[in-house]
């Protein structure tokens, strides 16, 4: 049984460019939620979809947008990346409400 | 908002037990949770209290006390692969949504010392 996977692995961007990361869920689970990690911090709440449709929301800007597809995986974008957008991103999946299981996130590079 | 509060670092050799000491400040508040993560690696589930008191998870316990707003994880028989870093997690909800979502401590770097 796989857990939850990320692609890419790591990514390397110029300021301004757009990027889009994705996750597939652990088999069962119907919830995904982004993390950003920056470096020798906690992971920070970016969003969390279920349903297809954004539930929760953090303290990002706009610029940071998702999207859930019928096989509950998830896409994350990010606009007009800033040098601050550079951390480890992870893609946590769940029951809804339930425990979180993260997969083993995607560094992003911007330079 | 939300805040939670734990030490930095502890160092202590193979065999000692720490505590990790978690204090926190939220809303919507269902349980604490407790995650394990290594260098270049992905947070990894511990453990989880919703209601006061001790779990044990084999050489991991963790305490939870809700009126206190205070947890802690006890690492016993420390190993070197226990080297890592160890955050505290609330997991909580807002608005209608009966989901969850994680707000996490700084976490505590764990350096275990033969």
């Known amino acids: 049984d796989a857990g939850v996977t990320q692609s890419p692995t790591h990514l390397i961007k110029t300021r301004g460019q757009q990027v889009t990361l994705r996750c597939s869920p652990k088999s069962g689970h119907d919830t995904v939620s982004w993390y950003q990690q920056a470096l020798g911090q906690g992971p920070q709440f970016i969003f969390q979809y279920y349903e297809e449709e954004e539930r929760q929301r953090g303290n990002f800007p706009d610029r940071f947008s998702g999207h859930q597809f019928p096989n509950y995986s998830s896409e994350l974008n990010v606009n007009a990346l800033l040098l601050g957008d550079s951390a480890l991103y992870l893609c946590a999946s769940s029951l809804y409400g339930g425990e979180q299981f993260f997969g083993p996130g995607t560094r992003l590079t911007v330079l | 908002g939300q805040s939670l509060e734990q030490p930095s670092e502890v160092t202590a050799v193979e065999g000692a037990i720490v505590q990790i000491n978690c204090t926190y400040q939220?809303?919507?508040?269902?349980?604490l949770s407790w995650y394990q993560q290594h260098d270049g690696g992905a947070p990894t589930f511990l453990s989880y209290?919703?209601?006061?008191g001790l779990e044990e998870t084999g050489r991991f316990s963790s305490f939870l006390s809700r009126s206190d707003s205070y947890g802690y994880l006890l690492l016993q028989e420390l190993q070197m692969k226990d080297s890592a870093s160890y955050f505290c997690?609330?997991?909580?909800?807002?608005?209608?949504?009966?989901?969850?979502?994680?707000?996490f401590g700084g976490g505590t770097r764990v350096l275990v010392k033969p």
């Open positions: 209290n919703a209601l006061d």
């Open positions: 997690a609330v997991r909580d909800h807002t608005g209608e949504a009966a989901g969850n979502k994680l707000t």
């Open positions: 939220t809303s919507g508040f269902y349980g």
